[in-house]
């Protein structure tokens, strides 16, 4: 779904400021998100993408505003936030390395009560990912950075996430695996599940996005339809090497 003047946003971000101590990082950022929609926010090193994140999380304070499904989350705390089903995969992936993969994917459903759903859940990780139900018993952190990748997306679907946010998803992937992986986050985008990738690499951002924000020194500079920001000269330019 694109945005849509008729459509309300699932996420509304309104003049957003955030940083660390006295530094200011993010500068007034602005951004909608609609339901079950994959947005791509892109830029380089130092932008403020994680800050945002962090910030949407509520692991930051920050002033303005984010409205998820009409709440106001500016105030709450990082438990309200992720039960209201905003969950993040960390930059990293930061899995429980010494715990096996379905004990990681079990994690992910620790507050929810719905045992039989629970349960359908982790079957039907295995069937998007059948390399996870191979390694099930397998500790995760010997595994491939691409498995390592699938298991921390495995993981947040699990908390059944109304939106998800991926920190640099393709970090430290070789290119197929970043391109297999965003098939997948295709597909769980076509069942129901409203994606905010968070990504430096913009070709695979954009290619997989249906519409995207381009952040500089914590600022929005560019945004609109993903294949509108692949063409446009100053993103070329500045972020594919044209
Ligand atoms: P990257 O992809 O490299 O993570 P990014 O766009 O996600 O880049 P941020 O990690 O949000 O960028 O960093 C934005 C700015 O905030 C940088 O100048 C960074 O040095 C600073 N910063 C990030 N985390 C902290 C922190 N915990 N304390 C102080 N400054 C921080």
């Given at each position: 779904m694109s945005a849509q003047a008729n459509v309300i946003p699932l996420l509304k971000v309104d003049n957003l400021s955030a940083g660390y101590g006295e530094m200011l990082?993010?500068?007034?950022v602005s951004l909608e998100i609609y339901p079950a929609e994959m947005v791509a926010l892109v830029g380089s090193n130092g932008a403020g993408k994680t800050t945002l994140l962090r910030a949407l999380s509520g692991m930051l304070p920050c002033s303005g505003s984010i409205v998820m499904n009409g709440r106001e989350l500016v105030g709450a705390m990082p438990d309200q936030i992720f039960g209201m089903g905003l969950v993040q995969v960390p930059e990293g992936r930061q899995?429980?390395?010494?715990?096996t993969v379905q004990d990681n994917l079990l994690m992910g459903s620790y507050r929810r009560q719905d045992k039989a759903a629970v349960a359908r859940d982790l079957d039907k990780m295995y069937d998007i990912f059948p390399r996870l139900k191979e390694r099930r018993r397998q500790l995760a952190g010997s595994m491939s950075g691409g498995e390592q990748q699938m298991c921390a997306i495995a993981r947040a679907l699990m908390a059944a996430p109304v939106l998800m946010m991926i920190d640099e998803m393709s970090l430290g992937l070789a290119p197929v695996v970043a391109q297999q992986l965003m098939d997948v986050l295709a597909a769980i985008q076509q069942d129901g599940v409203t994606v905010l990738l968070v990504e430096q690499d913009v070709q695979l951002a954009l290619s997989g996005a249906s519409r995207g924000y381009v952040m500089e020194n914590g600022r929005i500079v560019h945004s609109g339809a993903a294949k509108t920001l692949i063409d446009d000269p100053a993103v070329q330019q500045a972020y594919l090497g044209l």
């Open positions: 990082v993010l500068h007034g899995l429980f390395d010494r715990m």
